[in-house]
T-cell receptor, first 115, second 114 residues
């Protein structure tokens, strides 16, 4: 069964600290992996998109890594800010010919950054 | 702001009533998706359109749900005879081209069924 598991479920860190969120998947075939940020009560916003051949991709203070062999991805946030408080969702795209059901969403990690 | 808009942002209704939501995608995007998201969960796929054609529907889309995209631009999602279990955030997303290209999500419509 295609699944995306994220850990931890929730995380609290102090402003200015770094953190790493994990995503493990059992999706086959694999097309690409995306990280989204979702503020409370808002829709998800894309942070990074990585294909099978990409190991790392950065977007400002966000850096995503992908190990397609172990089927693991991580999202590292550097020098956290209060505005980073949100849910971070890992999405794995499987069979790209199935546009709807190809997207397998994780449940997200809720990050709270405190001052 | 991703360029995808949804209306209304919030809807409170009584059980048994019908509700309709609207999504306006990014204008040049040919694909439009509907998702449902409950608290603490990731979005769940409901259905998607390519232009005006509804190409895929999830088994989550019961016969009380219907979606349309009559002119290949905006889309509506109607829920008939709402149930308390329908309470959720309903998200719309759009993308350009074929395949599973990057999706841009709207802000969602929060439905509460009393």
């Amino acid at each position: 069964k295609n699944q995306v598991e994220q850990s931890p479920q929730s995380l609290i860190i102090l402003e200015g600290k770094n953190c790493t969120l994990q995503c493990n998947y059992t999706v086959s075939p694999f097309s690409n992996l995306r990280w989204y940020k979702q503020d409370t009560g808002r829709g998800p916003v894309s942070l990074t998109i990585m294909t099978f051949s990409e190991n790392t991709k950065s977007n400002g203070r966000y850096t995503a890594t992908l190990d397609a062999d172990t089927k693991q991805s991580s999202l590292h946030i550097t020098a956290s800010q209060l505005s980073d408080s949100a849910s971070y969702i890992c999405v794995v795209i499987g069979d790209k010919n199935q546009a709807g059901t190809a997207l397998i969403f994780g449940k997200g990690t809720t990050l709270s950054v405190s001052s | 702001d991703t360029g995808v808009s949804q209306d209304p942002r919030h809807k409170i209704t009584k059980r048994g009533q019908n509700v309709t939501f609207r999504c306006d995608p990014i204008s040049e995007h040919n694909r439009l998706y509907w998702y449902r998201q409950t608290l603490g969960q990731g979005p769940e796929f409901l259905t998607y359109f390519q232009n005006e054609a509804q190409l895929e529907k999830s088994r989550l889309l019961s016969d009380r749900f219907s979606a349309e995209r009559p002119k290949g631009s905006f889309s509506t999602l109607e829920i008939q005879r709402t149930e308390q279990g329908d309470s959720a955030m309903y998200l719309c997303a759009s993308s350009l081209g074929s395949g599973v290209n990057e999706q841009f999500f709207g802000p969602g419509t929060r439905l509460t069924v009393l």
